[in-house]
């Protein structure tokens, strides 16, 4: 819990990984959900000169719904966003692409907002082995000075689509706690992209943060996932990692057409269709699971979390407190 | 032993990789050297757009030069050369920086004259794992996608650079024989980018070449290394590999500025300089053995080789009708 200056207690929700068709009604549910800050997602494969127009973009979003939303740099800025009654929108990056292969953009993209920056998205970067690689070879000689570049201007090490190997190396190397922004653990759910316990454990014990995921290639039974079973592995997590390290990173990608899927799984790389964690028969978006359709899910989440045994505390720093103290050790 | 259109053997002379600091000067000493053909390095770290700016720097030295050289894009090419008394030019790129992360440049990059790519050029790339990293995963997903590209559009691999897997890998994936165009075996001597006889086998059974180097960092006493020396090496190569698989990729820079090597080895990926096959204390380019400070030294490698016993039908293989050889088969 968290004391405001008028020593009342304060909490903060936080969904720490979206990816939606941004528009004023997906920030209208966020307001609803109360959510202080959300991490977005702005690019997957763009270079340095392809952000520059999704930033402009972003621009148009704050004047446009300057009621709602602005740019989050820090923690304070969650705080501001609790007292305003907005949310603050942090910046991310699923792959390392915009930063190009020059060390000095790193520095560079963190003055125009990013705070989390994935080392991959599923295939080799010039940083670290995505986790649909057959091999992986850690943390390359160019990802040891990113990640060192990283924890100087103050951009987290998001490693939920990288391969073990290459997290357990991005967990030993970086100097600051990183982050798996949104996955599940692999106890629960077997799929590519969700985590070892080793890993998990060792995430946690170096002080990094968790996100657990609502989308359903990572959920047990996918779109007919129930709430209880979710809170569950809430819970057996919990006492393998610890409280402290579990957020949630909703992973919610709705309103988006499904060649919008086609292009994060296939980017430029390939000239035949590859189906990432969907199928052939199932290439398009799943369904998100009834209890979390949107951000207004956060209360079904609140509600099964305490039922499956987490005190009000607990719940509270699940939905949001973790990542508001982890954001404070970001600077 | 090759024979023109009126039946008299043709012999052709080519050096298969080349980086020098392009001139008037340099166009002339390679004919005085009688070579029909060079590879050229025309990028080293270069994006696309970068590449645009060279490619017309190139198209420059043409115009000036057209009484010396001209683009050759085929072994046709080759044979114009030697008619015309000129040296046909071939381009190549010693990391795939220019086709970024887009399997469509590939073929436009061919387009522009591009004959050979390596996957990589020390550090790990978007497609294999260079010689200079700890790890070596292979060739990735996106490797794959591009060698069958390139073995389509007609751009041979190129692996000098590469690490010993990713080698093996490119050997096994491509359809077509793939080069290592400028090293040595590792046998003679333990040079990082040198490579090991069961790598030279696996290339020579698959119809790939070796084009031995003349670089002081991949000879036996660097700068220092004899002409019996190198011939010697050249001779037990042929007996493990066979004559037919061998020829001369000099990698001759000559002319250039120190600031060019610094920038070779580091390109923009490090804040701190990197030495790669030099060191603190000898950080710019090597001195070329005196029998081989520029091209002319092909002269010296005709009598060495027949010193050490090659007959003259060989000699010829290795000085340049294998390559043209492997130039035929490359479209």
């Known amino acids: ?71 989050g740099k820090s923690y304070l800025d969650i705080e501001k966003a609790k007292k305003d009654g907005k949310t603050a929108i942090f910046f991310g990056f699923q792959n390392c692409s915009p930063v190009e292969d020059d060390i000095k953009l790193i520095e560079k993209v963190h003055e125009q907002g990013c705070r989390f920056m ?69 106890f629960w759910h077997k799929a590519i992209r969700n985590k070892s316990e080793d890993l998990l454990k060792s995430l946690a014990s170096s002080g990094g943060m968790l996100g657990l995921s609502l989308y359903p290639h990572h959920l047990k039974n996918g779109s007919k996932c129930t709430l209880d079973s979710f809170c569950e592995m809430t819970a057996r997590t919990a006492e393998i990692i610890g409280v402290k390290n579990i957020g949630i990173g909703s992973d919610l990608c709705i309103e988006h057409p499904n060649s919008v899927v086609e292009w994060m799984r296939n980017g430029t790389w390939a000239k035949i269709k590859k189906y990432g964690e969907g199928s052939k028969k199932k290439s398009g978006f799943p369904i998100q699971p009834d209890w979390f359709r949107d951000a207004r899910g956060f209360k079904n989440l609140q509600t099964g979390l305490k039922k499956i045994g987490f005190k009000n505390e607990e719940v509270n720093d699940i939905l949001g407190n973790n990542w508001y103290n982890f954001y404070k050790g970001i600077n």
């Open 1 to 71: 819990m968290i004391l405001d200056d008028k020593n009342t207690f304060m909490n903060y929700k936080i969904d720490n990984l979206q990816y939606c068709n941004w528009s004023r009604k997906i920030f209208k549910i966020n307001r609803e959900a109360g959510l202080d800050a959300v991490h977005v997602t702005i690019v997957y494969h763009e270079d340095f000169d392809e952000l520059q127009k999704v930033l402009n973009m972003w621009n148009n979003h704050f004047k446009e719904n300057s009621d709602l939303i602005f740019l």
């Open 118 to 186: 994935q080392l991959t998205y599923n295939n080799q970067s010039l940083l670290a082995t995505g986790c649909y690689e057959k091999n992986d070879s850690g943390v390359t000689n160019f990802g040891r000075e990113a990640i060192k570049e990283m924890n100087r201007v103050g951009i987290v090490i998001d490693m939920s689509h990288s391969a073990e190997k290459s997290t357990l190396d991005a967990i030993e190397i970086s100097e600051k706690p990183i982050a798996i922004t949104h996955a599940n653990p692999s």
